[in-house]
């Protein structure tokens, strides 16, 4: 009887060693069957979960965010602006392993931005991330808690842009936890002085 194998179990392994490989060897140098050695398969059988390089590239971004997605935009409605204030500093309060990630990130996958459908992965999570910070404005500002002259989908887009900055910031700068926590509060701060009506 053949062996039953959990396709998304077998990609997210075949993942994990590209990550591996890609950050040994860099990229470009980087080759399929490289990959396939790392998993343990042949190259052969890697084809059958990946066209190419470009592909695994795409699926490791794709489950990168859908992460993150699942992380940060699970929860309710905020019940006032101090709670809404404190999901931003919980996205943007990127620990250690994370922000080594963000240089892996465009170590790795700065050349896929020229790919459409690579900057259309990305693209989309922000989309999601603005929309769903648009929904908690507007819900606060039913509650008057936000001024009424705020456009929520366009707020919820920008601070999506700042918290995407923020974190940048701190992976590829190598900011010090204490640094970047003062800036987060700054920041933070200053978000919340300005949409606040009191």
Known sequence: MPKIVDREEMQDGILDAAMIVFTERGYHAATIADVAEAAGLGKGTLYLYFDNKEAMTEAMVERHFAGLEARFMATALPEDLKAFIAWL???MNVQEDHAKFVRMFFEIFGPSFASESFSAVVSAFFEKLGTHYARALAHLQKAGAVRSDVDPRLLGRSLASVVDGMILHRGLFGLSR?????MRRETLDVIAKGITTD
Do not use: C, G, N, V
Not at 178 to 182: L, M, N, P, S
């Open 89 to 91: 500093d919980q996205t």
């Open 178 to 182: 204490q640094r970047y926590a003062r």
